[in-house]
């Protein structure tokens, strides 16, 4: 998996355009951690191979920040050109993103508007849902959100932010618990 996540930093850090990722990508490189945390954990800190295994970790999370800096500002430029993404250049986590940034977009877009019209501005902010951080307890389908969009399928042991109003209903059912962030 490193030398997989090597090259798509590469590939990423060296063209200018969005990239396509695996559509897998981001859960594929969580797996990827656990189990280097898994292992990590099993082992003498001041062996050989905890050593390698902690500088793979370091390696790990800067490719995936790099990765993740580098696509959220191409992301944003394709938005202030008022484009759409390349055809399945976006994963599904990505898409999300594209679509707040994109709804921010239109309404900076409407604010300008309104003053090169010399009509007093009148800008509409999307209402965002407070969200909420959950350990699911057991597999639960996919939902739509008090915001309507579509979150899971989850397994147990997945973590995800909802929305606040559909995080309490799954706690009140036992389905998840809130998960406390520092």
């Known amino acids: 998996m490193y030398s997989e996540l090597y090259e798509i930093w590469k590939r990423e850090v060296n063209d ?3 990239t396509t ?8 490189v969580a797996e990827y951690v656990r189990r280097l945390k898994e292992e990590g954990r ?6 050989a191979k905890a050593i ?10 800067k490719m995936v920040r790099e990765i993740t800096q580098l696509r959220y500002r191409k992301i944003l430029k394709i938005v202030a050109r008022g484009e759409g993404p390349p ?5 599904a986590e990505e ?18 508007k309104g003053v090169f019209h010399g009509v007093p501005p009148k800008t509409e902010v999307v209402k965002r849902h407070a ?4 350990r699911f307890m057991d597999d639960v389908p996919a939902i739509i959100g008090a915001d309507m969009a579509t979150y899971g399928p989850f ?27 520092n």
């Open 16 to 18: 200018e355009e969005l």
């Open 21 to 28: 990722l695996p559509a897998d990508f981001y859960p594929k």
């Open 42 to 47: 099993m082992l003498d800190k001041r062996t």
């Open 52 to 61: 390698l295994l902690k500088k793979e970790m370091a390696g790990v999370k």
């Open 87 to 91: 055809e399945g250049a976006l994963t």
């Open 95 to 112: 898409e999300k993103i594209f679509k707040n940034a994109s709804l921010d977009a239109e309404t900076y877009q409407n604010l300008i």
């Open 131 to 134: 969200r909420m951080v959950l």
């Open 155 to 181: 397994k147990a042991e997945d973590v995800a932010s909802l929305p606040v109003e559909n995080a309490r209903i799954l706690c009140k059912q036992g389905l998840a618990r809130e998960v406390g962030v």
